[in-house]
């Protein structure tokens, strides 16, 4: 009977801390916040007051870009322009539409299905001249590029009606040749 006795103690001398060791290891775990997960990577942002953007971009620029304007239509450079390349933001250089999915809406601004990459721009509700819209601006610089309405061709749908004025072109050959050369510069813009 004390032989019995006495490995029931056994039993429980080992079993109790073995319970609260994982108990605790339980209760570090749940404490714990959850992992960040490093691909989620979101794009740089660059932050320049309006004296900077002015000594950068052109007086149409500055006043698309950072005053919200617009170029009247039929007017920009790339309205009616079905060079295969890339666009690119004009007052930061983050690549913003291919040229697969420019389509003529015929409305007279240069009209993209979908962006390059959706995280490179952001959505905002317009509710200037009592209309609802929704503005779309670079997501690094905050650039103000244009709308985007429901309006557009299949599969998505979706017109983005961009200002000219907003962007800068690469052709596919421009692009190839730059990085046959492997040029050093990483900014993706060139103003020639
Ligand atoms: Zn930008």
Request: glycine share 8%; net charge neutral.
């Amino acid at each position: 009977m004390k032989k019995y006795f006495y490995r029931v103690v056994c039993f429980l001398a080992v079993l109790l801390p073995a319970s609260i060791l994982f108990q605790s290891c339980v209760n570090v775990n749940q404490g714990n916040p959850p992992m960040q997960s490093s691909k989620n990577k979101v794009t740089e942002k660059i932050f320049k007051s309006d004296e900077e953007w002015k000594k950068i971009l052109t007086p149409e620029q500055y006043q698309v870009l950072r005053q919200k304007g617009t170029d009247r239509p039929h007017t920009g450079i790339y309205d009616q322009f079905f060079v295969k390349g890339r666009y690119y933001c004009a007052a930061c250089g983050l690549e913003l539409f291919e040229s697969g999915s420019k389509f003529d809406a015929g409305c007279g601004w240069p009209s993209f299905s979908e962006p390059l990459e959706s995280g490179h721009i952001d959505e905002h509700r317009d509710l200037s001249f009592g209309m609802i819209r929704t503005e779309v601006v670079c997501s690094r610089c905050g650039g103000h590029l244009g709308h985007v309405f429901n309006d557009g061709p299949p599969p998505t749908g979706q017109r983005y009606c961009i200002n000219s004025t907003s962007l800068i072109f690469k052709s596919e050959e421009q692009l190839l040749k730059e990085k046959s050369a492997d040029s050093t510069d990483q900014t993706g813009v060139t103003n020639d």
